[in-house]
């Protein structure tokens, strides 16, 4: 691991579950002091390692009870380019994450809607009239955890 | 149960969503509300259990971490404990950053992060290929990831 040391991964750690924590809260739990803890944490920004914030929102909550995995491989004949689909696949709303993958896919995307109905619209009117989309595979989220990963 | 919202509260979690570093005074103005109002709502809204939190997103190909696999496992269930023992075997594997479960073709899906492919080819063989009850197992890598927002369309 890039020159972390063990305090830089509990720092890392712990900004994972809320980053809004004051440094002088953190230092405490690790036995720093304030301007110490500052100095980690900007380094850890720096080294891009904490790339931002995330919202984390209790989507069934506000409404969004449905959040399904695609699948998505692009037809092989008269291909659009990674370009154009890439660019039409941001612009839905309701795309929360795209990635492009090696596999039996080609790319792999979160989508929220309101309820499987919602969810049936959102692919037959924004999924499916991509430019190039072939065979789309879909599996409906029932639980998710995130994990603090090999910190 | 769906929250009950209103248009402030969809507009205060929009402009959060956008920008997640904003101090409640600057949330307080964008959506022109006073400072009061705005920590009132958010607090309402973090009581309801609707935000639940502001995370930082840790990026792992900047730890070192260049691998980044999708694992989609098949289980075989005519073993009744089958998710729950697979699942519990899972959380251990240090690698492993995300699980999900899912009605469909895939059971679960298991994001893992390695330093490189060597590093991933040991890992699949001595922790993954050796959790139990696994019918069937698929791997997407990833090549780049395009979106990453995760944002609600509110």
Same mark, same amino acid.
């Given at each position: 691991?890039?020159?972390?040391?063990?305090?830089?991964? !509990?720092?890392?750690?712990?900004? /994972?579950?809320? $980053?809004? =924590?004051?440094?002088?809260?953190?230092?405490?739990? %690790? +036995? @720093?002091?304030?301007?110490?803890?500052?100095?980690?944490?900007?380094?850890?920004?720096?080294?891009?390692?904490?790339?931002?914030?995330?919202?984390?929102?209790?989507?069934?909550?506000?409404?969004?009870?449905?959040?399904?995995?695609?699948?998505?491989?692009?037809?092989?004949?008269?291909?659009?380019? !990674?370009?154009?689909?890439?660019? /039409?696949?941001? $612009?839905? =709303?309701?795309?929360?994450?795209?990635?492009?993958? %090696? +596999? @039996?896919?080609?790319?792999?995307?979160?989508?929220?809607?309101?309820?499987?109905?919602?969810?049936?619209?959102?692919?037959?009117?924004?999924?499916?009239?991509?430019?190039?989309?072939?065979?789309?595979?879909?599996?409906?989220?029932?639980?998710?955890?995130?994990?603090?990963?090999?910190? | 149960?769906?929250?009950?919202?209103?248009?402030?509260?969809?507009?205060?979690?929009?402009?959060?969503?956008?920008?997640?570093?904003?101090?409640?005074?600057?949330?307080?103005?964008?959506?022109?509300?006073?400072?009061?109002?705005?920590?009132?709502?958010?607090?309402?809204?973090?009581?309801?259990?609707?935000?639940?939190?502001?995370?930082?997103?840790?990026?792992?190909?900047?730890?070192?971490?260049?691998?980044?696999?999708?694992?989609?496992?098949?289980?075989?269930?005519?073993?009744?404990?089958?998710?729950?023992?697979?699942?519990?075997?899972?959380?251990?594997?240090?690698?492993?950053?995300?699980?999900?479960?899912?009605?469909?073709?895939?059971?679960?899906?298991?994001?893992?992060?390695?330093?490189?492919?060597?590093?991933?080819?040991?890992?699949?063989?001595?922790?993954?290929?050796?959790?139990?009850?696994?019918?069937?197992?698929?791997?997407?890598?990833?090549?780049?990831?395009?979106?990453?927002?995760?944002?609600?369309?509110?």
């Amino acid at each position: 691991m890039t020159d972390l040391d063990a305090l830089d991964r !509990l720092l890392l750690r712990a900004l /994972a579950q809320d $980053a809004t =924590r004051p440094a002088a809260d953190l230092g405490r739990e %690790l +036995g @720093l002091s304030q301007p110490a803890t500052w100095r980690r944490i900007r380094r850890l920004r720096d080294l891009g390692a904490l790339k931002g914030r995330r919202l984390d929102l209790d989507a069934a909550a506000l409404g969004f009870g449905v959040t399904v995995f695609l699948g998505i491989k692009l037809a092989s004949r008269g291909r659009a380019s !990674l370009e154009d689909f890439e660019r /039409a696949v941001c $612009a839905i =709303r309701e795309v929360q994450t795209v990635e492009h993958v %090696l +596999g @039996l896919y080609d790319y792999r995307l979160r989508v929220v809607a309101r309820d499987l109905e919602d969810f049936e619209r959102v692919l037959r009117r924004r999924i499916m009239t991509l430019p190039g989309i072939g065979p789309v595979e879909a599996n409906v989220l029932l639980s998710e955890e995130r994990l603090p990963g090999p910190l | 149960m769906i929250f009950m919202q209103d248009d402030t509260d969809r507009r205060l979690l929009r402009l959060l969503q956008e920008a997640p570093d904003l101090s409640t005074a600057e949330l307080a103005d964008r959506a022109g509300l006073t400072a009061m109002r705005c920590a009132r709502r958010l607090a309402r809204l973090e009581e309801a259990g609707v935000l639940r939190g502001v995370r930082g997103v840790i990026d792992w190909k900047a730890l070192g971490f260049a691998v980044a696999v999708s694992l989609r496992v098949t289980l075989d269930k005519t073993q009744p404990r089958a998710f729950d023992e697979f699942l519990a075997r899972a959380r251990e594997v240090a690698e492993v950053i995300e699980i999900q479960t899912f009605l469909g073709r895939v059971d679960v899906r298991l994001q893992i992060v390695a330093r490189d492919l060597g590093h991933y080819r040991d890992l699949y063989r001595e922790k993954i290929l050796v959790l139990p009850h696994i019918a069937d197992i698929e791997s997407l890598m990833t090549l780049s990831v395009v979106k990453s927002d995760e944002a609600l369309p509110l």
